[in-house]
């Protein structure tokens, strides 16, 4: 039994688990080294497919007593609208809604993927996925407060702020490293670090009440306790699922707003 144990550290058994779990073979018949078509890849374009389908499902014969779909999908936009963009923004965060619908929509689906059979894992727990979201935000913010104040005058409020002069050789370098740094980097780390941490948990219950089975039958009451433990820890990713997408956007929409604000 030692011996087995210790064969099972060693890797004959996929536990304990590492980060090359996230790294996934190819799925492209064109080759086993190709890295741009793996299960990842195809979550994300299922993801989009969904969600292209289900909106266009729900919106292609709009009623005034709305369908089930129908139903569900304005109540979707319509959270985020009021909600975020609206409550954020102001009257000016309509504008913003469509977008910040679709990211919600994005992210929570892709984050579903992680508890869904079969899937267990979303393409969020990958930092490229959510550094690309990031990106995307902070290049909109910019370009939103460039085209509301002007260039100088949004760079001007964004880094200087009201202060003694004789500090501001001290607070520019912080406002430009938490402003346009640290705001991208929290973004995407936090969402990464959520999604890559929830699979890393669910796998060590999971693959851990296997490993203890097969080292010898007197863990198996032990098993039975690291897989209820799974099936726990399943719901409250489910809870953090949900809030990190609203999350990211929340903070989307208050990056936004500071960018449009007359001052900052």
């Not at 741009?36 to 994300?44: A, Y």
């Not at 999604?195 to 948990?201: K, T, Y």
Request: net charge neutral; aromatic share 16%.
């Amino acid at each position: 039994m030692i011996g087995q144990t210790v064969v099972l550290a060693e890797g004959d058994s996929p536990f304990p688990p590492s980060v090359g779990d996230f790294f996934l073979p190819s799925i492209a018949p064109w080759g086993e080294h190709s890295l741009w078509v793996t299960k990842i890849t195809l979550l994300v374009w299922l993801a989009a497919g969904l969600l292209i389908l289900f909106f266009l499902l729900s919106y292609r014969n709009p009623q005034l007593v709305p369908t089930k779909k129908q139903w569900f999908a304005e109540s979707i936009y319509g959270f985020v609208r009021n909600n975020i963009a609206v409550e954020m923004i102001g009257h000016r965060g309509v504008a913003f809604a469509p977008y910040f619908t679709t990211l919600f929509c994005f992210i929570l689906l892709t984050n579903l993927f992680s508890i869904v059979p079969l899937i267990q894992i979303s393409p969020n727990s990958h930092i490229a996925f959510p550094a690309i979201f990031a990106a995307i935000s902070y290049v909109m913010f910019i370009w939103v407060g460039i085209r509301h104040h002007g260039a100088a005058k949004f760079f001007k409020h964004s880094l200087i702020p009201p202060a003694p002069w004789y500090i501001l050789p001290l607070l520019i370098p912080i406002e430009f490293f938490s402003t346009f740094l640290v705001r991208p980097f929290s973004l995407a780390v936090r969402l990464f670090a959520n999604m890559f941490a929830g699979h890393m948990l669910l796998l060590v219950f999971t693959l851990g009440g296997f490993a203890m089975l097969n080292a010898t039958p007197l863990l198996a009451p032990v098993s039975v306790l690291s897989w209820v433990m799974t099936v726990a820890l399943t719901f409250l990713e489910g809870l953090v699922i949900v809030l990190q997408a609203y999350v990211f956007v929340v903070l989307t929409a208050s990056y936004v707003q500071g960018a449009v604000a007359e001052e900052h």
